[in-house]
Structure formats: structure tokens, C-alpha cells
């Protein structure tokens, strides 16, 4: 069913972006301390709010509103309404291009609510696609402080503030991004664009609010989204090397391994604490911890519809895997590394599994080597695509659709391509994309003729 492309194959396994094998490790680290910026972490303001929603607080008022030259063509922030055609799992699709030159490995693609498509580049700059072209100025440049040395290193995550395009609100024109810096340490950041140019961030407005140190050079997870509780989600990794010699992914003291829940918007230029995350009260846990047992989380998405959560986390030897959680879900779930590998015990035939939320999907080594991260589709223009998630494998270069069925899910491999896919992206309008890592090229996911 699948083509390899053996010997490209075998290159690409060794230049792996999200790497899932071994990496010769140096000498055994210390757990490195965490840093927070500013340095002290806001003391958690718990409320009586028990609702999986909780409201947001109201910003700071010694933060000020940035004016933001509005761009062209703004889209409204709110998704269509759904089709009325009943959803169900397709069977085929086809990829259209949308650009098939300039850019050079694609790590990301999203929208900052309007038509046009914000690119990043591993090297650390973000690109614009508008109607089909790649403009020539950068949107940020900030190659002189990230660090791209390993494959997995670099600009990784970009996401806009739900309130970037509301002309006077507190957090307009701002953004958030994941980096990898010179030493290989990892950067959670937020970015203003000029108030006179919707095509030109400026690269001096950096607030840094997170940094963790990086024992290994591998395993940054990178993922950032908002959620529809308005809240920022980051992923990261779990510290790297191979076989979480950390063994980070089961410990709550260590933000490595997992899915953070920030609140970005209570305190000027700072994140606090969610008052329902669920280790907040936990003694010895980071209470920015949203979800546990990742060890490389390659994209997450959650679905515009119904607000569920797909984290796709890059597999050790043998198994890749994507796990889900519902949009009422209290957060907490431990998702298995390094217990599990995918719904298999890790190097063991039997392991303790209470308390472990296992994958809705997972394949093997001999499809593939390391997951990447799609969406559901929730665009108009092909209503047969509606409410089916799409997930792929960076080497294989396969799509596979999940489509929920009861209690079960439905995932069948529907496209076998020649690409190196290091990520999808959604558009405002809920159009779907993916990129080819080496040639730069960008794909719009479309049915099949």
C-alpha cells in the first residue's frame, strides 16, 4: 500500500526534523532548573470556578492597547456555520498547490484571523502567503537568536492572541512564539507587529514569558495554540536524548515532557495560573501542567467545532501515536511515555497501566518513523472533508483520517504521497494545508477527483 522511498528514506530518518530515534547522547545531565521570566512565578489566583471554562480575568491596567494598522481582506474571527450535510469518514483526497517555491523548511502554518497565511521557517523568520504569493519581506526576522544547529531545533510554534485583529483591546496585534535559542534552550515569547504595517512585526518588542533550559538537543516539542477557553497551550518535549533518561514524561516537577495551560492575559507581561489546572494544588507539581506522559509532542490542534483536543507525540523505536481529549475533559491525563510507547508497553511485556489515557490511533515503524500533527476540517469548500481529522508521517509521506464511530475511531490511510510532511496548517476560514519539510512547498488538502 505504501511506497518507501528507501533510499531518501533512509536520509530522511537521519536528518529527522521531529526525531524518533537515538541521538548519540552526551554525559548524563542533571535535572536542569526551570526559569521563569520574570523570575518569580505570580503567585496562582484560585477562585471558586469549577467549570471547565473558566472566565478570563481582565488584563493588567499597566499594560496600554497597541493601535494595529488593519490588513486587507480581514475575515471575520468566528468560523461558518456548519454544513448541513451529515459528516462522515472520506475515503480518499488529493493535495492542491498553493506555493511551490521560496520557503525553505516549514515548520508551521496559520492565520492571524484574516486570508492571509503566516509561514514559519525553521531558521527563525515567519513568512506571508497572500492569494498565492510568498512576499519577499519577512513578517519577523529573528534568526539572530534562534538557534537551528539539530534537526529539531529552531522557530516552532506561532500562535496569534484570540483578540490580535480587535482594534483596542489590551492584547491586539500581539503574538506568541516557541523557539530554540543558540544554546538549544527553549523560549516561549510574545511579539507585537507595527502599528503602522500588519506586514512587519517588530523584532525588538520581544517579552519573554518562559524559558526551560534543554538537557539534549533533541525532543523540543514546540506546539502553541490557544484555546477556546482563551488560554495558551504550549508543548514540550521531553528533554531528549533517547528513552527519557530524565524519565521526565511521568514527573509533575519538570515542565518537560508535557502540555502547559497559560494564562496570558491576567498579568502585564507575565503568564499565571489557570485556577483549574489540575496540578495546581498537587504538592511538588508545576501547576502549569495541562497534560503529562508525552515525549515529543509534534503538533496539537483543537477542533473549531466542538473544542477537542489532538496532541500527535513522536514515538521512541517503534510506535507513533495520537492522542485526544474531549473539550469538557478537567485536563490531567497522563498519556503514558515512557510506561507506554503508542497503546504498547515500552521495552516490557506487561506494564501497570491504571491511570493512563491510551491513543485513539497509533501504527508502526514499518508506515512511517515519526507523527505530525493535522487538524479536523471544519472549512465550506468541501463538505464531504467535514468533521475528519488528518494526521501523516514526516518519512512515509502517508495521510491517514480518523473519524470518530461511537466509542471507536475509524483510521484508514488515504493518501500515499511523495512528501516530506512537517506540518499541516488551518486557515480562518478552516481550509487545511500541509508543507513539504525540504522542498517548501505548500499543499492545500482538497477531495480527490
Known amino acids: 500500500m505504501r511506497k518507501y522511498k528507501s533510499a531518501l528514506f533512509l536520509l530522511m530518518a537521519g536528518l529527522?526534523?521531529?526525531?524518533?530515534?537515538?541521538?548519540?547522547?552526551?554525559?548524563?545531565?542533571?535535572?536542569?532548573?526551570?526559569?521563569?521570566?520574570?523570575?518569580?512565578?505570580?503567585?496562582?489566583?484560585?477562585?471558586?470556578?469549577?467549570?471547565?471554562?473558566?472566565?478570563?480575568?481582565?488584563?493588567?491596567?499597566?499594560?496600554?492597547?497597541?493601535?494595529?494598522?488593519?490588513p486587507p481582506e480581514a475575515a471575520t474571527e468566528e468560523p461558518a456555520e456548519p454544513t448541513a450535510v451529515p459528516s462522515s469518514p472520506v475515503s480518499s483526497i488529493s493535495l492542491e498547490p498553493v506555493l511551490t517555491a521560496g520557503l525553505e523548511k516549514v515548520t508551521s502554518i496559520t492565520h492571524a484571523f484574516d486570508e492571509r497565511l503566516f509561514?514559519?521557517?525553521?531558521?527563525?523568520?515567519?513568512?506571508?502567503?497572500?492569494?498565492?504569493?510568498?512576499?519577499?519581506?519577512?513578517?519577523?526576522?529573528?534568526?539572530?537568536?534562534?538557534?537551528?544547529?539539530?534537526?529539531?531545533?529552531?522557530?516552532?510554534?506561532?500562535?496569534?492572541?484570540?483578540d490580535y485583529a480587535t482594534d483596542g483591546a489590551?492584547?491586539?496585534?500581539?503574538?506568541?512564539?516557541?523557539?530554540?535559542?543558540?544554546?538549544?534552550?527553549?523560549?516561549?515569547?510574545?511579539?507585537?507587529?507595527?502599528?503602522?504595517?500588519?506586514?512587519?512585526?517588530?523584532?525588538?518588542?520581544e517579552v519573554e514569558y518562559l524559558a526551560q533550559d534543554q538537557p539534549y538537543s533533541n525532543h523540543n516539542g514546540g506546539s502553541l495554540a490557544f484555546g477556546p477557553d482563551g488560554y495558551l497551550y504550549a508543548g514540550l518535549g521531553d528533554g531528549g536524548s533517547a528513552n527519557d533518561p530524565l524519565l521526565a514524561g511521568q514527573d509533575l516537577s519538570t515542565l518537560l515532557g508535557k502540555v502547559l495551560r497559560l494564562d496570558v492575559d491576567s498579568a502585564a507581561d507575565a503568564y499565571t495560573i489557570p485556577a483549574d489546572n489540575p496540578f495546581?494544588?498537587?504538592?511538588?507539581?508545576?501547576?502549569?501542567?495541562?497534560?503529562?506522559?508525552?515525549?515529543?509532542?509534534?503538533?496539537?490542534?483543537?477542533?473549531?467545532?466542538?473544542?477537542?483536543?489532538?496532541?500527535?507525540?513522536?514515538?521512541?523505536?517503534?510506535?507513533?501515536?495520537?492522542?485526544?481529549?474531549t473539550a469538557a475533559g478537567p485536563g490531567g491525563e497522563n498519556y503514558g511515555w515512557r510506561i507506554m510507547e503508542g497503546s504498547h508497553c515500552f521495552e516490557a511485556d506487561?506494564?501497570?497501566?491504571?491511570?493512563?489515557?491510551?491513543?485513539?490511533?497509533?501504527?508502526?515503524?514499518?508506515?512511517?518513523?515519526?507523527?505530525?500533527?493535522?487538524?479536523?476540517?471544519?472549512?465550506?469548500?468541501?463538505?464531504?472533508?467535514?468533521?475528519?481529522?488528518?494526521?501523516?508521517d514526516y518519512c512515509s509521506g502517508i495521510i491517514w483520517r480518523l473519524f470518530p464511530q461511537g466509542n471507536d475511531w475509524l483510521a484508514d490511510a488515504i493518501l500515499d504521497t511523495d512528501?516530506?510532511?512537517?506540518?499541516?496548517?488551518?486557515?480562518?476560514?478552516?481550509?487545511?494545508?500541509?508543507?513539504?519539510?525540504?522542498?517548501?512547498?505548500?499543499?492545500?488538502i482538497v477531495p480527490a477527483d
Open 16 to 70: 529527522l526534523l521531529v526525531g524518533c530515534g537515538e541521538e548519540l547522547p552526551p554525559p548524563t545531565p542533571t535535572q536542569q532548573p526551570i526559569v521563569n521570566s520574570p523570575a518569580a512565578l505570580p503567585t496562582p489566583i484560585v477562585t471558586a470556578a469549577e467549570t471547565a471554562t473558566p472566565a478570563i480575568t481582565p488584563q493588567s491596567s499597566e499594560a496600554t492597547a497597541v493601535p494595529v494598522a488593519s
Open 119 to 162: 509561514v514559519l521557517e525553521q531558521v527563525g523568520l515567519i513568512r506571508i502567503v497572500e492569494n498565492g504569493q510568498l512576499l519577499d519581506q519577512p513578517f519577523l526576522d529573528i534568526t539572530d537568536r534562534v538557534g537551528s544547529f539539530s534537526s529539531e531545533q529552531g522557530l516552532l510554534g506561532l500562535a496569534f492572541h484570540p
Open 170 to 205: 489590551i492584547m491586539a496585534g500581539q503574538f506568541f512564539v516557541n523557539y530554540t535559542d543558540y544554546s538549544g534552550d527553549t523560549h516561549i515569547s510574545r511579539f507585537t507587529v507595527m502599528p503602522d504595517d500588519p506586514y512587519r512585526a517588530d523584532p525588538r518588542s
Open 280 to 325: 495546581i494544588d498537587t504538592p511538588e507539581a508545576r501547576p502549569e501542567i495541562w497534560a503529562y506522559g508525552l515525549r515529543n509532542p509534534w503538533r496539537f490542534s483543537f477542533d473549531r467545532e466542538t473544542g477537542d483536543f489532538y496532541i500527535a507525540d513522536v514515538g521512541q523505536n517503534t510506535w507513533e501515536e495520537i492522542n485526544f481529549q
Open 350 to 392: 506487561t506494564c501497570d497501566q491504571t491511570g493512563l489515557t491510551l491513543p485513539i490511533f497509533d501504527y508502526d515503524h514499518s508506515q512511517g518513523c515519526s507523527v505530525t500533527g493535522g487538524y479536523v476540517y471544519r472549512g465550506q469548500m468541501y463538505p464531504d472533508l467535514w468533521g475528519n481529522y488528518f494526521v501523516s
Open 419 to 444: 512528501h516530506t510532511i512537517s506540518t499541516f496548517g488551518e486557515d480562518v476560514n478552516g481550509e487545511l494545508y500541509v508543507a513539504n519539510y525540504w522542498s517548501g512547498a505548500i499543499y492545500r
